[in-house]
């Protein structure tokens, strides 16, 4: 493995709670985007994970990886903003949601909806064509980039084998292990599907969806 910004699983998992991120803005409930994710299998949701990290700490983890990789990595505004108002998750007792004594959740916390000035209801979610491993198009929006920028990271060298992916997201992240991994799960959907997929999330949602030159390969 080799040394670089953002190693793996955090260069991984940026996209998945960027795009977490990016959906709360555009209006979608955090509730049902956790949701979402632990059907999927994963531990807790993304904005369960990111109060306890830390919104402060997330916020700047961010900034270091969108130094590094640029529009792949857009800055959603939201975590500044929460920041900014002391909400920096389970520690202060407020980000996404409310927390109480020993820091058990005590439900969404609905005003950081206006801190982060919503710009308004959440997008037709609907796509064309057959999801990516009956995936929900929220599903696809949040695990797909983490596959494209994992065959991104093994294209580059950064892991020498998939299983080195894999095996850092179930035991760094808590990826769903009857999934076999991430990039076990991708090769159950398909290259070429992955590619069709992430270029229809490109044309409704923008560059940072671009599938890496290796999935390119692989399609072919």
């Excluded at 999801?131 to 294209?155: D, F, K, W, Y």
Aim: aromatic share 6%; charged share 25%; glycine share 14%.
């Amino acid at each position: 493995m080799e040394d670089a910004t953002g190693f793996l699983v955090n260069r991984i998992l940026r996209p998945y709670l960027g795009e977490a991120l990016l959906l709360f803005e555009e209006g979608a409930p955090v509730q049902a985007t956790d949701a979402e994710m632990r059907a999927f299998g994963m531990p807790m949701g993304p904005f369960e994970l990111l109060d306890r990290i830390g919104l402060d700490v997330a916020q700047h983890v961010s900034g270091v990886l969108l130094a590094a990789f640029g529009n792949r990595f857009p800055a959603p505004s939201a975590l500044e903003k929460l920041t900014a108002e002391g909400r920096t998750g389970v520690k202060s007792g407020r980000g996404f949601y409310r927390y109480g004594r020993a820091a058990k959740k005590r439900g969404e916390d609905r005003s950081a909806r206006t801190i982060a000035e919503v710009r308004g209801r959440a997008r037709d979610a609907q796509l064309p064509g057959r999801p990516a491993g009956r995936l929900t198009p929220a599903q696809e929006r949040h695990v797909l980039p983490m596959i494209n920028e994992a065959a991104t990271a093994l294209g580059e060298g950064i892991v020498r084998a998939p299983v080195d992916v894999d095996l850092g997201m179930v035991m760094g992240t808590g990826f769903p292990p009857f999934r076999g991994g991430l990039l076990r799960f991708a090769d159950s959907v398909g290259a070429a599907n992955l590619v069709e997929r992430l270029g229809i999330l490109g044309e409704r949602y923008g560059p940072r969806f671009a599938p890496c030159g290796l999935l390119k390969d692989l399609a072919r």
